[in-house]
């Protein structure tokens, strides 16, 4: 079984590069518009923010399943518990989204629903790449030092 270890730490490594490519290009896909809606600088802070929380939940989560003793994991997850609370309410960053320039009431209300995509969007484009880079997946490894009797 440990032959087989570089080869699913390498895959595991490629896998990870590819979800933190396709996390980042989401993320500026979604901050794309606010340079269009004239609110780039809060968007980035907002979503700033959101991703690194989301960040925090993923790595949270990923510890979670590399360690085996009990005391930390449920010291990781009240830390999870800690990140998911964050993003029901808009701890540590509280900024409310600014006025378009026209003032028009669709226009608030495309900034309202583009709010919401910053902030619960950029959560969960941040959870996956900490998680697939440091997360224990599959099964624990056999240790081959022990004779079967």
């Known amino acids: 079984m440990q032959a087989y270890r570089p080869l699913l730490l390498r895959r595991q490594r490629r896998i990870a590069q590819q979800v933190g490519t396709v996390c980042c290009a989401l993320l500026i896909g979604v901050l794309l518009p606010s340079f269009f809606l004239h609110c780039a600088r809060w968007a980035?802070?907002?979503?700033?923010?959101?991703?690194?929380?989301?960040?925090?939940?993923?790595?949270?989560?990923?510890?979670?399943?590399?360690?085996?003793?009990?005391?930390?994991i449920y010291l990781w997850l009240?830390?999870?518990?800690?990140m998911g609370i964050s993003f029901w309410?808009?701890?540590?960053l509280s900024m409310p989204a600014p006025a378009l320039a026209t003032g028009t009431p669709w226009g608030q209300?495309?900034?309202a629903g583009y709010a919401i995509l910053i902030r619960y969007g950029l959560f969960f484009v941040g959870l996956p790449t900490p998680f697939a880079l440091y997360g224990?997946?599959?099964?624990?490894?056999e240790d081959?030092?022990?004779?079967k009797e």
């Open 136 to 141: 224990q997946h599959g099964p624990d490894m």
């Open 144 to 147: 081959t030092t022990q004779t």
């Open 109 to 111: 209300l495309l900034l």
């Open 78 to 82: 009240l830390l999870a518990l800690l």
């Open 89 to 92: 309410n808009d701890w540590p």
């Open 44 to 72: 980035i802070l907002t979503g700033g923010t959101a991703f690194i929380k989301g960040s925090l939940f993923g790595l949270c989560l990923a510890a979670i399943t590399r360690t085996r003793r009990p005391t930390f």
